[in-house]
């Protein structure tokens, strides 16, 4: 909760004094927050010079991208759409129907995503992003038999082998490139479809971390995060690439087991364990939300959720072990791939602290403040669902950036981490959400508009 609402609920007068100081708090950590980002700016650019013996392979550092200051066809389109979350956004959120807002939030995230993505063109934005010769399409034309796939999926995950899978089919389980064969299967060929696919799904996270907290008992903040959620920075990676579709199909399994503790429902709390456990055989690190995955049973104070939360994840695991695909075979063959290529080259005490600067753009300076005004609350140890919700987001992505096994392209990876800070949001005075909006909308248009995000 705000520090303002905090205050009245102690039954103490509200003293405009400490209002300002919190608000000053918050400039103050979007001023460090934007010195990391330029600190990781100006040391990459010096890394990147000529002879300087130092490989960090993001060529718009911190970002793994090109300089390309352009417009597209979705620039108008986005501001546009930017203009009216801020304009409009907080009060439609306090006074709509709940389910007419939660539709009109998913409809505002997918058109801004889209508008995005065509900054950069339809085939360099959209259609051609999960084309190239590194993505999962590039695949799919020669996987004919799935059983036979799945048996020999981790035998092609090592480099420098006739049939090595390519980049992102060999770092990530097979779930993620089954996803796209089903595709090819059902017709939905090609790369359109596939993007199509994943902003549709990925924008989820619009719905589900709302209804979380809404879930746990936090109406007032879940409508008050549904603009944030709208207007997300990391929607320029949510268009187009394969983590913004991770992130929406785990963020949904969340939110299922969020209403599967609140109302003691066996069905929902198989369907979020489904959910979750096929997010193991997206990507290797989501292993990691279970923290936030705990964080939200803690929260909803039903631990008996579990039980059916298991039995649906255990089915998906043993699913795809009876397949041929041992999950843990798998991990450790990614591990050794991952240090196969650039990553070996990659300094980690740059990308230690430089992971957190992009980050940092993903999320947008309201989620920084809102992260500010989370640890206020824990060292009060006003345990709220939003402020442990957040928390653990927190812990999740500090073990993924002390592994080690996310040097660089974060701002990407991260999505489904990240979506978990939104809740933060919801603890800025309701006076100044426009503004933080504003600055949600200007982080994500100055990026996509300066950089030509790879993927």
Wanted: charge should be positive; aromatic fraction near 10%; charged fraction near 10%.
């Amino acid at each position: 909760m705000s520090e303002l609402a905090s205050t009245r609920l102690a039954g103490k007068p509200v003293r405009e004094p400490a209002r300002r100081t919190g608000v000053r708090a918050d400039l103050v950590t979007v001023v460090l927050v934007v010195i990391l980002i330029a600190a990781a700016t100006a040391l990459g650019i010096y890394f990147n010079r000529p002879g300087s013996g130092v490989v960090i392979w993001a060529f718009a550092p911190p970002l793994y991208g090109d300089w390309l200051p352009h417009v597209g066809p979705g620039s108008a389109f986005a501001v546009l759409i930017a203009f009216a979350v801020v304009g409009w956004g907080p009060a439609l959120a306090a006074r709509l129907p709940w389910r007419r807002l939660l539709g009109l939030g998913y409809l505002t995230a997918v058109g801004w995503t889209f508008a995005l993505a065509m900054v950069d063109g339809w085939s360099r934005g959209f259609a051609g992003r999960l084309a190239n010769g590194h993505e999962y399409l590039h695949e799919v034309p020669g996987i004919t038999d799935i059983p036979a796939m799945l048996r020999g999926f981790s035998a092609r995950i090592l480099d420098f082998q006739p049939d090595s899978w390519t980049t992102h089919v060999s770092g990530h389980p097979p779930g993620a490139t089954l996803v796209f064969v089903w595709l090819d299967r059902i017709g939905l060929s090609g790369g359109a479809w596939a993007a199509v696919v994943c902003v549709v799904t990925g924008c989820l996270v619009a719905v589900a971390v709302p209804v979380t907290l809404a879930a746990l008992g936090r109406a007032e903040a879940a409508r008050a995060v549904v603009p944030f959620a709208a207007l997300f920075p990391g929607a320029v990676w949510i268009g187009v690439s394969a983590d913004g579709l991770f992130a929406g199909v785990t963020a949904t399994g969340i939110a299922l087991l969020a209403l599967a503790a609140r109302r003691r429902s066996f069905v929902l709390g198989t369907a979020a364990g489904v959910l979750l456990g096929f997010g193991l055989y997206l990507s290797f690190g989501l292993v990691l939300l279970g923290l936030v995955a705990l964080a939200v049973v803690l929260a909803g104070r039903n631990p008996r959720v579990l039980a059916p939360a298991a039995l649906g994840a255990g089915a998906v695991v043993a699913a795809f072990t009876l397949a041929g695909f041992w999950w843990l075979d798998g991990y450790h063959l990614v591990v050794e791939r991952y240090y196969q290529g650039i990553a070996s080259a990659r300094p980690y005490a740059y990308w230690v602290w430089a992971n957190l600067a992009c980050l940092a753009l993903a999320t947008g300076p309201a989620v920084a403040a809102g992260l500010r005004r989370t640890g206020a609350e824990v060292v009060r140890r006003r345990w709220d669902p939003v402020v442990v919700v957040a928390a653990a987001a927190v812990i999740t992505l500090a073990c993924a950036d002390i592994s080690g096994l996310s040097k660089a392209e974060t701002e990407r990876i991260w999505l489904p981490f990240a979506v978990w800070l939104l809740p933060a949001t919801s603890l800025l005075p309701p006076g100044s959400r426009r503004w933080w909006l504003a600055g949600q909308a200007v982080t994500a248009l100055a990026v996509n508009h300066l950089v030509l995000t790879i993927w």
